[in-house]
Each structure stands twice: as C-alpha cells, then as structure tokens.
C-alpha cells in the first residue's frame, strides 16, 4: 500500500476531488453491526460523506462489550487502560478512572454516538439475514427484518462492511458432548459463580476465559478442576515498571520498550524470536518452550497463582479424551464432576452470506486456526466494494479503529487504498500456499504493535516515531490522529500528554 502514499493525502483529495466528492455525496454504506467495530466504521463513513446505515440486531449498541447483552466475562478485559480502550479522536474525560468499567465503557459509546451524531444512522433490533452482490452493478443488496414489521426488507448499498465480531459463536472441543450427564455451559454464557454452589465443577480450555471463570468460582464451588493441555504464563494485571504498577497495556504496547523492561517481560515481536522463558515470573507454573507440544499461552490474573498454590484449583494437564456420564476420561486418569464449564474460544458467523461467498472467503467454522482467506483481514478480490471490520486476531480498538478508516477510504478512493484485483488474488495466493508456523507462545498482544504500525502505513497516518515524546509513549490509537486524513492533532497531542503524565506520575492510580 506504501506505495501510493507518496504525497500527502490532501494532494490526492485535490486530484481525486471531482470524482471523490460526487460519489461520497450519494453514496450509500451498510455496516452489519452496532459493536466497537461498527460503531468505528460508521463515525468513519459519516466524515467521508457517504449516506450511512448501521443494522444491529440487539437493542442497544456495544456488541460483546456491551454489559447486558455481550459476554459477562468481558469484565476480564478491564485489565486495559483508558488510553487503549478509547476511539483515536474521542478521548475519554480526564477524571475518567485509569481502568473504566464495563458500564463506564458502554457510556463511553454512548457519548461517542452522540458526540458524532450517529444514533439516528443505527437501526436497533434490526436483523440482516442476506448479503448479496450484483456482479453487474457491483451493489449489495441488504435483506433485513425488524421484530416491529416482522416483513423482510430490502435495500441496495453502494459498499458493506461486516462488523458483526470474530466471537460470535461458542466453540466446543471436539468431543460427544452429550455422553456427559452433568450440567454443560460455555464461558459466552457463562453467568457467574453462584450457579455452582458446592459443585465439582470441570474447567475446560487454557485461554483468557478459563483462568478468569477459574478465578470467579472457586468462592462457591466444591471444588474446581482446570483442565488445561497448553502451558500457561500468567502475568498479573498490572506490571512493575520502575516500581510502579503499569497496566499491561502501556507496558506491551509500545513501539521500542526492549531497553526499559526487566529482560523476561520483553515484548513486542522480538518474544517470538527471542524464546525467552517465564520460569522465574512463575516458576510453579512449569514452563518449558522447547518441549511443549502445545503453544503456551499468556492468560491474566491476579489471584489465579494464589488459588493453584492454596490448591483451591487443580490444573490437570492431562489431555481430555472423552466424556462418559459424569465423568471426564483423560489419557492417565478420571475426575468425577458435576459440571463442565468449555472455555474453549469464539468463532465468527455469517449466516447472512451465501455459500458461495462464504466459500470464496474460506470460511471454515471448525477450523482451529480460523482463519478467513482475506486481504489483510478486510478484502477480497472478488467481493468488491465489501469490507470485513473485527476480524483480526487481538482486533483491541486502535486495530479495528485503523480497519474501519482503511475501509472506507478503499471505498471512495479505491486507486489510492486499495491494491488492484491481481494484486490482491496474488497475496491471497501466496498467503493460501505459506506454511503457518505454530507460535510457541500465544500472548494477548500477539502483533498488536506491527500490525498497527502496517496498518497505519497503509493509510498514512502513520505517526514520526523518531519523535522523542512518541517513542516513550504506548501506541495508543490517538497517536494515529497526529497526521493524515481527518487528523485531529490538537486532540491527539493533548491525550498523548495525558498518557506520558500518568506514566510519569510516581504512583499510577
Ligand atoms: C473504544 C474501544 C474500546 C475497546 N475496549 C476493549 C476492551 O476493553 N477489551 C477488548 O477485548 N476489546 C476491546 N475493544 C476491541 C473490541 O472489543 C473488539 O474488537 C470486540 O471484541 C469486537 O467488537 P466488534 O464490534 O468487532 O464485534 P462485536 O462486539 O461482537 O459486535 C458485533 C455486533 O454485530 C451485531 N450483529 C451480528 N450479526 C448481526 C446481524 N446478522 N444483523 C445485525 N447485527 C448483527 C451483534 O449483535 C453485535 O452487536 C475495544 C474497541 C474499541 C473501539
């Protein structure tokens, strides 16, 4: 993408202008969900000047991070900071608490949908049950029904964009679940603690959400068993840095930390390379790289050490085989249990595509390492003016704010932001035929930092790093309003002081 952004954007605005401004004019866009993505893609559209709709089956906005309707156990990711966990241009206010809430949040989207005008482009309680293109017009036809009407209608868009989440669907091990005669729920349904008052109850996955229901039930269960097959790296929510706790965010997320962290919490992608070994953060949760056969996986907490050493919970590594009345079989051993908890992650759905678009996209819900067979996670080929939003692994908001922008400016100036078609079947090509290597250890930032950086860059706004004030300061999405389409540099810099005057306060809150 680089490539085009030779001269600045206004230059291109100034030779694309006829064209830009008539079509941004009348046309119009359709955004699949009312989520973080959604909401990102739609403020996004609005400031192009395309004619928006946002369709969002639930009655309210936030999707998964809504505190009624979306996961219970999203509390989970309040371990991220307010400067991470906010839209590039709507900083959060400064009294705001360093660590928001899961309401805190949803009152946060709230304010940004009124601050940019949005609610009256959002249709609540609104179902999309098709998605089609004309191959003739290249338009997409919208099929939606409102519980008011109960009559399916339709409308033609000029562009889409799916935001409708990666973590839709509950996904299962593959085991005969119903040989199991105790109580079963998956951690998206997952309600809390008091369900399981004075139960055996089973723990299964070594994700986020295992060591959080872990960490959640074993106030009223009997007793609890985690089995987890991966080796886990616990990392508490905040870290020590220069004696002071950190929230993990400002900590990972950093453009050039490798000099200012104790050596075995070096991040960003070097970890990956680097292979370095956790033992002495946690040495009673053996972590051997070389041996593993299964990617360790950094999962958060702050009590689940203590519950393991006070044998409150029990980690059974042994791998599940199958379930047999209430009993859980595994290679060496059984465990009589009243209740299985899955924790074993989210997919997407498309039930609104046809399988020949979902065909076209690869989409293979079984799929371990579930990925889609799209450009960058947002295009393909031959799905033109269509954009996936959301749909990149530790999508945190400064990525899906990045994809949503990148959408809509591949809309209204495709030549700029978008590679040609051969282009994009040739990546597509290559990336189908490329050996995916096992990461040996997953982390929650993963790639967060290159991948925002790529993104960036291919929209140019894509901050000087050199500058002294950003290479201390976390990537933090408002640093990607300093410069390029729609900046908001006053605003910008008056966050990014913010962040670097908590960061340098001798005791964070
Ligand atoms: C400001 C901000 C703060 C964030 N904070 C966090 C955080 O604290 N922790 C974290 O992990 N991530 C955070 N994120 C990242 C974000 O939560 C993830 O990207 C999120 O998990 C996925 O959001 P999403 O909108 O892609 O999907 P979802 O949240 O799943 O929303 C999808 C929406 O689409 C709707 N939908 C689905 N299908 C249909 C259909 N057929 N018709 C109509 N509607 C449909 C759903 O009802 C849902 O509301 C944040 C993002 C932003 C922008």
Redo the contacts with the bound molecule.
Sequence with gaps: MLKFIKFPLFIYLLIFAPTCFSLTQTNTVAI?????????AAKSAKEAGLDVTV????KD??????PN??IRL?NL??N?SKF????SD?PWPKEAPLIPS?IQ?HN??RS?CDHFNLNTNILLN????DISLDELSKKWTVS?VTPSSKKLKKQTFDFVII??????VAKYPNLTISDFEGEVCHAKFYEGASDYKDKIVAIVGSGFSSVEVASSLYSEAKKVYHFAKNNLWLSPKALSISNKKTPIDLVFFRNCIKNSLPKELICSDEIHTSRITHQDVLPFLHLDLNTASNPTIMVISDIYANLINSKQVTIVTDPVRSLYKNTIICDHSTYHVDAIIFCTGFLS?F??FSQDILKKINFNPTSDTHTLHLYESMFHPNLPNLAF???EKN???????LQARWAILSFILPDIFLPKAETLKKALSDSKNQIVSKDSIKTFYANYVSRLKFLAKSIGVDPDFDDPKLKNCPLI?AIFRLKGSYATPEIAKETINQCLEYLNKPQLD
Excluded: M, Q
């Design positions: 699949v969900g009312a989520g973080p993505s959604g909401l990102a369709f969002e089956k639930n906005i936030g999707g998964l991070l809504n309707f979306g999203n990711n309040s991220l991470t966990r906010s839209f709507f899961p949040l946060y989207f940004y609104t179902l999309v049950t939606y935001a409708s989440g990666s973590n839709s759905n039930p609104f939003v959301g749909f999508s945190y908001s400064g990525i899906v704010e999405p």
